[in-house]
């Protein structure tokens, strides 16, 4: 069975400070891969999606940045993180008929 | 474009009472249609998915949604909710590649006793 993994959990970071987090998918190939964002009363904004190696789309311009080194390996990266950057990350995984989530990572930046 | 519209941001309700939760989208073309739920700081557990065939779709823990071409609607029901019911509900639109999903932006779900 497929499972994805996203860590940490949870993360504290000053402002001006890197990010990197990082999302594996098991049991599934080729997968697209996507970063959201939960923003307090905001839902859930598409941030970058990818449907294989080193093919990233952004949907909104930001702070952030993504990589896809590798197929079932999704990063999401900021060189210096902003107050703004502070949300509920959620990476997914989709093979076709439905999105799968991770756990997400809970990201203040103070 | 697409877009995703919950116009309740939160509807409280008593145990055992029936619930509708509204999902309205835009879409040029056309999509499949998606009902997620999200526990306090956990990711999004799929409800039902609407894709073809009929138009009433039955999901986990007793909801049902049923998707109206003509009022471009899907909306969320459940006869009787539970206090386990409480959670954020998510609607989610997707095109036929099924590349990108877009979420609404969210209903809580309050179940009272």
């Known amino acids: 069975s497929q499972t994805i993994h996203q860590w940490p959990a949870t993360l504290v970071q000053p402002v001006g400070s890197p990010l990197s987090l990082e999302c594996t998918v098991e049991?599934?190939?080729?997968?697209?891969l996507y970063w959201y964002r939960q923003a307090a009363g905001r839902g859930l904004q598409l941030l970058f999606y990818?449907?294989?190696?080193?093919?990233i789309s952004s949907e909104v311009p930001q702070n952030l940045s993504a990589s896809r080194p590798q197929d079932r390996q999704f990063i999401l990266s900021s060189k210096k993180l902003l107050l703004s950057d502070s949300g509920f990350y959620l990476c997914?995984?989709?093979?076709?008929?439905?999105?799968?989530f991770g756990q997400g990572t809970r990201l203040t930046v103070v | 474009a697409q877009s995703v519209t919950q116009l309740d941001s939160q509807v409280p309700v008593f145990e055992e009472a029936p619930v509708e939760l509204r999902c309205n989208y835009s879409?040029?073309?056309?999509?499949?249609l998606f009902w997620y739920v999200q526990y306090p700081n956990q990711g999004l557990q799929l409800l039902l998915k609407?894709?073809?065939?009929?138009?009433l779709v039955k999901g986990i823990n007793g909801f049902e949604a049923e998707f109206n071409k003509s009022q471009t609607s899907f909306h969320l029901r459940k006869p009787s909710v539970h206090i386990s019911d409480t959670a954020e509900y998510f609607c989610?639109?997707?095109?036929?590649?099924?590349?990108?999903?877009?979420f609404g932006s969210g209903t809580k779900l309050n179940v009272k006793p």
């Open positions: 989610a639109v997707s095109l036929y590649n099924f590349n990108k999903f877009y």
């Open positions: 049991g599934t190939s080729n997968p697209n």
């Open positions: 879409s040029s073309v056309s999509v499949y």
């Open positions: 990818s449907v294989g190696i080193g093919q």
């Open positions: 997914a995984w989709s093979a076709g008929f439905e999105a799968f």
């Open positions: 609407y894709l073809s065939g009929s138009t």
